[in-house]
């Protein structure tokens, strides 16, 4: 197999369905939680071969951000790279993650942070981390997993 690059601005199409597919963006590396890749991955849903432009794709909303290994994603053929663009969004994104046993039904240890910025810890989540995404460096199958069903595969603890 070819060695394969990747860089900040790539973007990439994965199998939504038979019919369509969702666009993801990798927009940064986060030195908070493993110098891991970070990725944005976009709302809309597309028709197979019907590839919009990279600016339409880059302005649409985000459904939600994640940390994995893109290159990871391309070798097991989740993802294909069709372009890239210098317009990553807006990076102040906070994330969340537990520092227990992932197994439990509730967490009260919580990492906190925004990336490449200093964690914190919470016992219980603020209104705002909350709302943060899900900050663990995942496989790209749940990834996929996401995309498609919006759903992680796997457990993880909630807060209440």
Not at 117 to 132: D, G, H, M, T, V
Request: hydrophobic letters at 35%.
């Amino acid at each position: 197999m070819p060695r394969i690059y990747t860089r900040v601005g790539d973007i990439f199409e994965a199998e939504y369905s038979d019919e369509e597919v969702k666009y993801l963006q990798y927009i940064a590396n986060d030195m908070s939680q493993l110098n891991s890749d970070v990725i944005r991955v976009f709302s809309r849903r597309y028709k197979k071969g019907k590839t919009p432009g990279l600016d339409e794709i880059v302005e649409g909303e985000v459904e939600f951000y994640a940390h994995c290994v893109v290159k990871w994603g391309i070798e097991l053929g989740f993802w294909e790279k069709i372009g890239n663009h210098p317009e990553v969004g807006d990076l102040d994104i906070l994330f969340r993650t537990t520092k227990g046993d992932r197994r439990a039904k509730i967490s009260r240890n919580w990492k906190v942070w925004r990336i490449n910025r200093k964690p914190w810890s919470e016992e219980i989540l603020s209104e705002e981390s909350r709302i943060a995404d899900e900050g663990s460096v995942n496989p790209p199958k749940s990834i996929l997993h996401k995309i498609q069903t919006g759903e992680y595969d796997f457990v993880y603890p909630g807060f209440e």
